[in-house]
């Protein structure tokens, strides 16, 4: 079976020739891929709303231009008939794992998050600290590669670092230091079933795990064709995690963003909950390809963004600048859509982790030849160890304490104008009562609170390139006042649109009590236009005028952070 499919797709291959181009056809509407396949286009690669990458066949592009889409640089499509022995198999990946383990007990700690959906292979988890087995006061960062079957340089590029940390460690300063902070998680490989269909030969662009969605008791059927309608098998385990699950992804199992039958429906995916759960990430990267960019949570319709869009973009930025392509040039980074069941956009409004996915490879490349395998894992270790510079703040961090006890709580820690209805309260880690921010420099306010205790509002905390410590005791309150939690603290403010002509817009502000206010306004992909307020507004009624040279016509969000609450107007603009 398994030789047959493989003949089946080196035919296909050959058939190709080699004359056959990859063509990129921006599309607005994620419909357009499985449109496009429908009308007999060979899909090779799709992130709709985006772009859609076909195969052409001769007279494709013509059709293409006739229906009215763009054909945007054809470039001869990669030979990937064969994968080098240079890539890991999950056997060799599993006994390698093993080997560092043993090899470097006190740094190196392997454990299992789960098991596959469809052939119950261990997920592995790799914890690279000091002090392995404890758990220890200190921040935690994840990696993870391979959410899809057949973009393994993400998985490659984590052995490569987990190696080179546990090979360094006690000579490189750098990596001895993010090793004695830290706790540094790797999952290389989350989806190893997927991955399998790719090492075995079964299909060389497998993306989804193997669920048997027919039932039939037959696993990888692949008919052999056109891979992306033919393939009916599997799960796209980025479009499993439970957050706005039934926005994003497909509903039909032949589709490429298959999502399953329900949100957390994959055993892959559940053991991703539980490692979330139990380890308060500040931030991760997840792999993928290709494309060599940078994607940041989030953009959201009626909202301008997440409450940390800042901070999300310019790590984004940062990140995109260490990460370079194969002409030494840094990577993009943009903002995709938050309202679906991908991994960072989960773990960001489940959790707070500032999460990205990262595009390793160039267009259109999914597995380059093993012979690049060294150089281009080095040039991406280089890129992600920068996550772990950004780990030295500009951000917030502390404790909080039970005043009396001195006993770690846990509790909530907001930051004003960071609280959205996006994004789920955020709380200290119970053990050590910890909380982290990564922040952008500026002057924050601080709330922290817990049913039955006193909540405590910390104004005027400056950060400024480093981690600004705040140990925070919270009084216990004794009889009625116990129900009071943090939800009390906020002062009431409100925001509307005004009068709109003349290109220009009035926005008003109404604060029921002395606040500071942060009133900014943002495009549809998140970014900042113009701050109109950052000051300090006594009560009542405030008419600002936004006057909005040289922007484009379209849609901008106005945002309103007062006294802890948020509000959002739209503005729409129209020259
Ligand atoms: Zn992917």
């Known amino acids: 079976m398994k030789k047959l499919l493989l003949l089946a797709w080196l035919a296909w291959a050959a058939a190709a020739g080699a004359q056959t181009l990859v063509g990129r056809v921006p599309v607005d509407d994620p419909a357009d891929a499985s449109r496009l396949a429908e ?3 060979t899909v090779y690669h799709a992130e709709a709303p985006g772009f859609v990458d076909l195969v052409l066949q001769p007279g494709d592009a013509d059709r293409l231009r006739a229906l009215g889409y763009e054909v945007l640089d054809p470039v001869p499509l990669a030979r990937e008939t064969d994968i080098d022995p240079e890539y890991h198999t999950y056997e060799e990946l599993s006994a390698e794992l093993a080997a560092l383990e043993a090899q470097h007990p006190a740094l190196c700690r392997v454990d299992s998050i789960g098991a596959t959906q469809a052939f119950g292979r261990t997920v592995w988890a790799v914890k690279l600290s000091d002090n392995v087995a404890a758990e220890e006061d200190e921040m935690a960062v994840l990696y993870v590669g391979n959410h899809h079957g057949n973009e393994i ?21 750098q990596i001895t230091a993010w090793m004695n902070t830290y706790e540094i998680f790797f999952v290389p490989l989350f989806n190893p079933d997927g991955h399998h269909a790719v090492t075995a030969g079964i299909n060389l662009f497998w993306r989804k795990n193997a669920r048997d969605n027919d039932g039939d008791g037959i696993f990888y059927e692949f008919t052999g064709g056109t891979w992306w309608t033919d393939n009916h098998e599997g799960v796209d385990l980025n479009r ?48 993928h390809s290709y494309g060599d960019i940078v994607i940041a949570p989030w953009t959201w319709p009626q909202s301008p963004g997440a409450p940390d869009q800042d901070v999300l973009n310019s790590i984004a930025q940062g990140l995109a600048q260490h990460f370079l392509n194969d002409n030494g040039q840094p990577f993009d980074w943009d903002v995709y859509p938050g309202q679906g069941g991908r991994f960072p956009n989960w773990l960001y409004g489940f959790a707070g982790v500032i999460a990205y996915d990262v595009e390793l490879l160039p267009y259109p490349t999914f597995i380059p030849p093993g012979s690049q395998l060294a150089e281009r894992t080095l040039r991406y270790c280089n890129g992600s160890k920068w996550l772990l510079e950004r ?72 950060v400024n390139n480093g981690w600004t410590t705040l140990e925070i005791e919270l009084t216990p309150l004794s ?16 925001l509307r649109a005004g009068r709109l002509s003349g290109g220009q817009a009035e926005l008003v502000v109404e604060l029921d009590q002395p606040a500071r206010a942060d009133l900014a306004v943002h495009d549809l992909r998140g970014r900042l236009v113009a701050r109109l307020l950052d000051r300090d507004l006594e009560p009542g009624e405030h008419r600002i005028t936004f006057a909005p040279a040289g922007l484009p016509s379209g849609v901008y969000f106005a945002r309103l952070a007062a006294g802890g609450t948020a509000a959002v107007v739209k503005l729409v603009l129209v020259k």
Not at 153 to 173: A, H, K
Not at 439 to 454: R, S
Not at 479 to 492: F, H, K
């Open 479 to 494: 009889g009625e006042d116990s129900e009071a939690g943090i939800a009390s603290a906020p002062a009431p403010a409100r």
């Open 39 to 41: 009308m007999g286009f």
């Open 240 to 287: 499993n995690y439970d957050w706005y699950w039934s926005n994003d992804g497909s509903t039909n199992i032949w589709s490429y963003y298959y999502r399953g039958p329900s949100a957390f429906s994959e055993g892959e995916n559940q053991g991703m909950r539980v490692l979330a759960g139990q380890q308060r990430f500040v931030s991760a990267i997840s792999f």
């Open 391 to 462: 780990m030295g703040g500009p951000g917030i961090t502390g404790h909080v304490r039970d005043a009396v006890t001195g006993q770690p709580l846990f509790a909530r820690v907001e930051i004003q104008g960071r609280i959205s209805p996006q994004v789920r309260p955020r709380y200290t880690e119970p053990q050590y009562g910890r909380f982290t921010r990564l922040l952008n420099n500026g002057t924050y306010t601080v709330f922290a609170g817990k049913p039955g205790y006193a909540t405590q509002r910390i104004q005027s905390v400056a």
């Open 153 to 173: 340089m993400g998985c490659e590029t984590l052995i490569y670092m987990i190696n080179r940390f546990l090979q360094d460690y006690g000579t490189d300063p």
